[in-house]
């Protein structure tokens, strides 16, 4: 016992006495307190470059897995680690909180993803330069179109042979404007008016392109919206009529399309809103054992949801840096195949939309009337056209 015990304390004299050596061999070689015996400094940990990205609701389920694996890739920006905080507004109240510089609670964007070129253009006619240019301009993140979605069996009774190519727009009108509801229209009495939602044209994108189809509609024609049809008075009492039928007009596009599946058709018969949404809730309706029905207006209006960074004088030059490696990132074929699991039409052209299996809702929800290929486009109004749309909505409804 005396032996092993003499044995153990040698040999922790001899590892004692060989750090001691180390330790002194690494001050006499100039290395610094705190430092690794190889003489590398052992750092403090660096403060994250943080990176406040405001994105309309609809990209939520796909942006947010797509932010989980860019922090999975432990990306930096000077040694220093980039953390993505995500914000989900309207996409036009990107525009108004961005152009007033009202930040809430929260902190201020470096980058914004609103569902439309359009916002960004009204940002810049409201706010000037605040989005960066050149090889920083604004670029698509998906593609996806403005659909018509309706519980089927409305569909079925409303449009027994799929939806009008001539003439929708007016007879759409006059079915929500009559009385006599569904009993009238091929459907059960017990089902009572017909009854039609989207969101509010002046936080939603998808409410604007509404507001721009009805303008179309009403005028009879998908291309050429002037101020001078905005200002029609037949027109917007058109507009207005039918607009009065709405129940209710919702924020965000996201949400509503939720609440629809959630209230089933005692609320909405049917609602425009993305086909990425549609696909999105479609899915979880047949969970619920009922059935929602794709349609691809006459004409739609496409929304390339951009990715922009912003040049304010709130945001630093290493936030854009880390808004440019999200950007990239999110462009990449990996994450837009997951775009495209989302029910997005991708940009990144090296991902075809009919590929895979049973994770590409275009593929799994033909039943549900989805199509690959896209119908016919509207001309998207200018921004000036579009502004005074909302504008005339905002006075008569008030949000």
Same mark, same amino acid.
């Given at each position: ?7 153990l ?7 004692f ?6 330790? #002194?061999?690494?001050? !006499? $070689?100039? &290395?610094?307190? @705190?430092?690794?015996?190889? %003489?590398?400094?052992?750092? =403090? ?19 947010q ?39 809430g609670a ?11 070129q #359009?916002?960004?253009? !009204? $940002?810049? &006619?409201?706010? @000037?330069?605040?989005?960066? %240019?050149?090889?920083?301009? =604004? ?9 018509l ?14 939806l ?31 009854k ?64 629809m ?17 549609a ?17 691809y ?6 929304s390339?949801?951009?990715?922009a ?9 290493e ?24 029910g ?24 549900s ?9 509207a ?10 749309l ?10």
């Amino acid at each position: 016992m005396r032996l092993m015990m003499l044995r153990l304390s040698r040999m922790i004299g001899t590892a004692f006495l060989l750090v001691a050596v180390l330790v #002194t061999a690494a001050r !006499l $070689l100039g &290395a610094p307190l @705190g430092s690794g015996l190889a %003489g590398v400094p052992i750092e =403090p940990k660096r403060e994250p470059v943080v990176l406040t990205l405001w994105y309309s609701t609809e990209k939520e389920q796909w942006l947010q897995a797509a932010i989980a694996q860019f922090a999975a890739t432990a990306p930096t920006v000077d040694g220093r680690p980039i953390q993505v905080n995500l914000v989900g507004l309207g996409s036009n109240e990107i525009v108004e909180r961005v152009a007033a510089q009202s930040w809430g609670a929260g902190a201020a964007p470096a980058a914004i993803s609103p569902a439309s070129q #359009t916002q960004i253009d !009204l $940002l810049r &006619a409201r706010a @000037g330069d605040v989005v960066l %240019g050149g090889a920083d301009a =604004p670029q698509p993140l998906v593609v996806t179109p403005l659909v018509l979605v309706a519980w089927a069996d409305r569909a079925s009774a409303l449009w027994p042979s799929g939806l009008p190519r001539q003439g929708f727009w007016q007879g759409f009108h006059d079915a929500l404007l009559d009385d006599k509801g569904w009993k009238a229209h091929g459907g059960k009495e017990a089902w009572g008016l017909i009854k039609f939602g989207h969101t509010s044209p002046a936080s939603s994108n998808s409410g604007m392109q509404t507001l721009a189809l009805l303008s179309y509609g009403c005028h009879g024609k998908v291309s050429g919206l002037t101020l001078a049809d905005v200002q029609d008075a037949e027109c917007q009492a058109w507009v207005s009529d039918l607009e009065r039928t709405v129940p209710d007009f919702a924020e965000s596009t996201g949400a509503f399309m939720t609440d629809m599946v959630r209230f089933g058709p005692g609320k909405y018969d049917m609602a425009t809103v993305y086909e990425n949404v549609a696909l999105e809730q479609s899915a979880v309706a047949k969970g619920r054992g009922s059935s929602l029905k794709i349609l691809y207006l006459p004409a739609t209006l496409l929304s390339d949801h951009p990715f922009a960074i912003l040049s304010g004088a709130w945001v630093a030059p290493e936030q854009q840096q880390a808004a440019r490696a999200l950007r990239s990132y999110l462009l990449s074929e990996l994450v837009q195949q997951l775009a495209l699991r989302s029910g997005f039409r991708p940009s990144n052209s090296s991902v075809s939309i009919g590929q895979g299996g049973a994770d590409n809702p275009f593929v799994s929800a033909k039943d549900s009337g989805v199509q690959i290929d896209l119908g016919p486009q509207a001309e998207l109004p200018k921004a000036e056209v579009l502004q005074a749309l909302v504008d005339a909505w905002t006075r008569q409804f008030g949000r």
